[in-house]
């Protein structure tokens, strides 16, 4: 039988296990990407490890998210990461080069290869025919220092492409189709692979903003195969000899087909506040809009940056919107500048920002109070803006621009002619920001650079023989890590210091929760959270179970998890049990103590479902669906400990 795209990606990678859906599998790891918000804690545990150089092909650490810089944290953060690229052997992206997919698709997207970052997005590349995958920092540490990266074997979707884009409908639209109809959790254990004639009307860009938004989805990752398009982009890049052509075998079998005939596609919008809220532009017209912006890794390329600028051509942006652009990376920026483009949205009155996350992760940008923002950012849950109760809409640069001019949501095809966009040849390449990594010599004598804020990894204890946690928090489905560990101006820069972002964890849900979960830990217990579905949506950040876990979290209880999160949980040695029966979700409440008796025992016999008592109401029972390999990490307390051991 034939293979798949993601198929043969990963049979050319596997270190252990075999295709078989569902099946525990390993797989070696090529490239590895990290940003500052997550990095500067993956490189705590790299140094833990104790390699002393990175055992990838290449390994990038970029600088994108954490740009605000209001107080020496930042900064710090910064220099302690530029230190650490030099001294372990990486490439490092500085603050201002762009956001890490996209610098990553211009300058080290390489059809074939495996990609493990420690961002959510790292799918993007699966534009580029990557195998890429967002983990936790730790899985990002472990694949530095040469090991594989454990998964369950996805289910693999093939979307089968036919037909052409209609004017003024692009990328995004087919990414918000797809999210209407898997919604935010419908990719849970799958791939997403883009197959069919209608993929080669799809440019590079235009695939990775497909592939971005397949995280929305839940999914593990997309992918697009490797053609001539590929090429040409490579191309472009300066990169064509890292070109291999890598097409599905005509007798591919999916587990499942979904089938899009592209020239059927219209404008769409997710709503507020989840990115699965689609609906169709036409349905939303005349909704007054005080905000847009072009930016995030979903759609900030040069494609998405000249369609705007032609449209905005001669025109002026509507005097009660506040328009901002923010260019993906420095290479986007400068190419736009040279097809001279960026003066039509100068002139036009755009806010052209720096490269960078910026206001997609609340670092600014956030709008004003009871007003409507147009985003071409990836997520739109509550609050992340910065502004309480917000109303974030998720939009194609199409869209947003035409609400720049027009001052309301308002269908792009009525703004006349579709502009034509010529992508160049050859892109201008700038890699002022990028340096490479040194040579080993060089390297040993580099010194790490540690500013206060730079607060080494506490020690995790191992499980407990029995677990008595106390319920602090029940909470409802679909929860996301922004509610967990909130990110925006205020937060991130804590990012490097555990104990002091801790304080912070659920603050959004219950201000008094770190106070509360302090409390239960200096008296000796533990604490519990219960959930609903899909708890841990969104971020790769592994802050949303290392924070927890340092205020005396070891169980959460729910009825489905989000793939990241939950490896993150096990990965800190939180155990994450599912509901048999999910009514028994109704039996718990806040306050209520559960207690597992004998759960190392059962654990390490390899129980797979287990009982956990409601003290003073009955019992219930629940699932440990888990590898043989997350028993021994939750049992030693942390992934850390075995790293160290061996
Ligand atoms: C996000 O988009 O939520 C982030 C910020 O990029 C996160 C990573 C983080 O929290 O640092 C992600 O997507 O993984
Ligand atoms: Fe940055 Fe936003 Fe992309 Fe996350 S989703 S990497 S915050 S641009």
Same mark, same amino acid.
């Given at each position: 039988?034939?293979?798949?795209?993601?198929? $043969?990606?990963?049979?050319?990678?596997?270190?252990?296990?075999?295709?078989?859906?569902?099946?525990?599998?390993?797989?070696?790891?090529?490239?590895?990407?990290?940003?500052?918000?997550?990095?500067?804690?993956?490189?705590?545990?790299?140094?833990?490890?104790?390699?002393?150089?990175?055992?990838?092909?290449?390994?990038?650490?970029?600088?994108? @998210?954490?740009?605000?810089?209001?107080?020496?944290?930042?900064?710090?953060? @910064?220099?302690?990461?530029?230190?650490?690229?030099?001294?372990?052997?990486?490439?490092?992206?500085?603050?201002?080069?762009?956001?890490?997919?996209?610098?990553?698709?211009?300058?080290?997207?390489?059809?074939?290869?495996?990609?493990?970052?420690?961002?959510?997005?790292?799918?993007?590349?699966?534009?580029?025919?990557?195998?890429?995958?967002?983990?936790?920092?730790?899985?990002?540490?472990?694949?530095?220092?040469?090991?594989?990266? @454990?998964?369950?074997?996805?289910? +693999?979707?093939?979307?089968?492409?036919?037909?052409?884009?209609?004017?003024?409908?692009?990328?995004?639209?087919?990414?918000?189709?797809?999210?209407?109809?898997?919604?935010?959790?419908?990719?849970?254990?799958?791939?997403?692979?883009?197959?069919?004639?209608?993929?080669?009307?799809?440019?590079?860009?235009?695939?990775?903003?497909?592939?971005?938004?397949?995280?929305?989805?839940?999914?593990?990752?997309?992918?697009?195969?490797?053609?001539?398009?590929?090429?040409?982009?490579? $191309?472009?890049?300066?990169?064509?000899?890292?070109?291999?052509?890598?097409?599905?075998?005509?007798?591919?079998?999916?587990?499942?087909?979904?089938?899009?005939?592209?020239?059927?596609?219209?404008?769409?919008?997710?709503?507020?506040?989840?990115?699965?809220?689609?609906?169709?532009?036409?349905?939303?017209?005349?909704?007054?809009?005080?905000?847009?912006?072009?930016?995030?890794?979903?759609?900030?390329?040069?494609?998405?940056?000249?369609?705007?600028?032609?449209?905005?051509?001669?025109?002026?942006?509507?005097?009660?919107?506040?328009?901002?652009?923010?260019?993906?990376?420095?290479?986007?920026?400068?190419?736009?500048?040279?097809?001279?483009?960026?003066?039509?949205?100068?002139?036009?009155?755009?806010?052209? @920002?720096?490269?960078?996350?910026?206001?997609?992760?609340?670092?600014?940008?956030?709008?004003?109070?009871?007003?409507?923002?147009?985003?071409?950012?990836?997520?739109?849950?509550?609050?992340?803006?910065?502004?309480?109760?917000?109303?974030?809409?998720?939009?194609?640069?199409?869209?947003?621009?035409?609400?720049?001019?027009?001052?309301?949501?308002?269908?792009?095809?009525?703004?006349?002619?579709?502009?034509?966009?010529?992508?160049?040849?050859?892109?201008?390449?700038?890699?002022?920001?990028?340096?490479?990594?040194?040579?080993?010599?060089?390297?040993?004598?580099?010194?790490?650079?540690?500013?206060?804020?730079?607060?080494?990894?506490?020690?995790?204890?191992?499980?407990?023989?029995?677990?008595?946690?106390?319920?602090?928090?029940?909470?409802?489905?679909?929860?996301?890590?922004?509610?967990?560990?909130?990110?925006?101006?205020? +937060?991130?820069?804590?990012?490097?210091?555990?104990?002091?972002?801790?304080?912070?964890?659920?603050?959004?849900?219950?201000?008094?929760?770190?106070?509360?979960?302090?409390?239960? $830990?200096?008296?000796?217990?533990?604490?519990?959270?219960?959930?609903?579905?899909?708890?841990?949506?969104?971020?790769?950040?592994?802050?949303?179970?290392?924070?927890?876990?340092?205020?005396?979290?070891?169980?959460?209880?729910?009825?489905?998890?989000?793939?990241?999160?939950?490896?993150?949980?096990?990965?800190?040695? +939180?155990?994450?049990?599912?509901?048999?029966?999910?009514?028994?979700?109704?039996?718990?409440?806040?306050?209520?103590?559960?207690?597992?008796?004998?759960?190392?025992?059962?654990?390490?016999?390899?129980?797979?479902?287990?009982?956990?008592?409601?003290?003073?109401?009955?019992?219930?029972?629940?699932?440990?669906?888990?590898?043989?390999?997350?028993?021994? +990490?939750?049992?030693?307390?942390?992934?850390?400990?075995?790293?160290?051991?061996?």
């Amino acid at each position: 039988m034939g293979l798949s795209v993601a198929e $043969k990606l990963i049979a050319s990678h596997l270190v252990s296990g075999s295709l078989k859906r569902g099946e525990p599998i390993a797989i070696k790891i090529d490239q590895t990407l990290t940003q500052d918000a997550t990095g500067t804690m993956a490189y705590l545990e790299f140094e833990a490890i104790g390699i002393p150089r990175v055992r990838t092909e290449l390994s990038v650490s970029y600088v994108d @998210h954490n740009l605000l810089q209001t107080d020496f944290r930042n900064a710090d953060d @910064h220099r302690f990461l530029q230190s650490v690229a030099a001294k372990y052997g990486l490439w490092f992206s500085r603050p201002g080069n762009g956001i890490c997919h996209q610098v990553h698709l211009e300058r080290f997207a390489r059809p074939g290869k495996t990609l493990l970052g420690s961002d959510s997005h790292t799918p993007t590349a699966g534009g580029c025919a990557m195998l890429a995958i967002g983990a936790g920092g730790l899985d990002v540490a472990m694949a530095m220092a040469g090991k594989p990266f @454990h998964l369950l074997m996805p289910k +693999i979707v093939g979307v089968y492409l036919t037909g052409k884009l209609p004017p003024w409908v692009s990328a995004r639209d087919v990414a918000l189709w797809m999210l209407r109809k898997l919604t935010v959790k419908g990719g849970l254990g799958k791939i997403l692979e883009y197959f069919g004639p209608g993929v080669k009307e799809l440019s590079v860009p235009d695939r990775a903003t497909i592939a971005n938004l397949g995280t929305e989805m839940g999914a593990t990752t997309s992918v697009f195969p490797s053609d001539e398009v590929t090429l040409a982009w490579l $191309k472009a890049q300066g990169r064509d000899e890292e070109w291999q052509e890598i097409l599905p075998d005509p007798d591919a079998r999916y587990d499942e087909i979904i089938e899009l005939d592209l020239s059927t596609l219209e404008p769409l919008a997710a709503c507020p506040s989840s990115p699965d809220n689609v609906k169709p532009v036409s349905e939303l017209e005349g909704q007054e809009v005080a905000q847009v912006i072009v930016g995030s890794c979903a759609n900030s390329s040069l494609r998405d940056l000249l369609v705007v600028s032609k449209a905005l051509h001669g025109k002026k942006v509507h005097p009660t919107v506040s328009f901002e652009i923010n260019p993906g990376s420095l290479q986007v920026l400068e190419n736009l500048d040279a097809l001279a483009a960026l003066k039509d949205l100068i002139h036009a009155g755009a806010r052209i @920002h720096q490269s960078g996350c910026l206001g997609c992760i609340g670092m600014g940008q956030a709008p004003a109070t009871g007003t409507v923002s147009l985003r071409t950012f990836t997520r739109n849950f509550p609050g992340r803006s910065g502004t309480k109760n917000d109303q974030v809409y998720l939009v194609s640069p199409e869209v947003a621009v035409a609400a720049a001019l027009t001052g309301k949501i308002t269908d792009p095809r009525k703004l006349g002619a579709y502009p034509e966009i010529q992508l160049p040849e050859r892109f201008i390449i700038n890699d002022a920001l990028l340096l490479p990594p040194l040579p080993e010599e060089k390297a040993r004598e580099v010194e790490i650079i540690r500013g206060p804020n730079i607060v080494p990894l506490p020690q995790f204890d191992p499980l407990p023989e029995n677990l008595r946690c106390k319920v602090l928090l029940k909470v409802e489905d679909n929860i996301t890590t922004d509610h967990i560990m909130p990110a925006g101006a205020k +937060i991130l820069p804590l990012r490097s210091n555990l104990p002091a972002i801790s304080e912070y964890v659920f603050s959004a849900l219950d201000p008094e929760f770190a106070s509360k979960a302090l409390k239960v $830990k200096e008296s000796g217990g533990l604490v519990a959270i219960v959930g609903g579905e899909n708890y841990g949506q969104g971020s790769s950040r592994e802050h949303a179970a290392l924070a927890p876990r340092y205020l005396g979290v070891r169980l959460k209880l729910a009825k489905s998890f989000a793939r990241i999160h939950r490896a993150n949980l096990i990965n800190f040695g +939180i155990l994450p049990a599912t509901f048999v029966n999910p009514q028994d979700y109704e039996k718990i409440a806040p306050g209520d103590e559960l207690f597992l008796k004998g759960i190392r025992e059962q654990l390490a016999s390899g129980a797979e479902e287990i009982v956990i008592e409601i003290v003073g109401k009955g019992s219930i029972r629940a699932r440990i669906d888990l590898t043989p390999r997350d028993r021994e +990490i939750i049992l030693a307390g942390s992934l850390l400990n075995l790293a160290r051991e061996d």
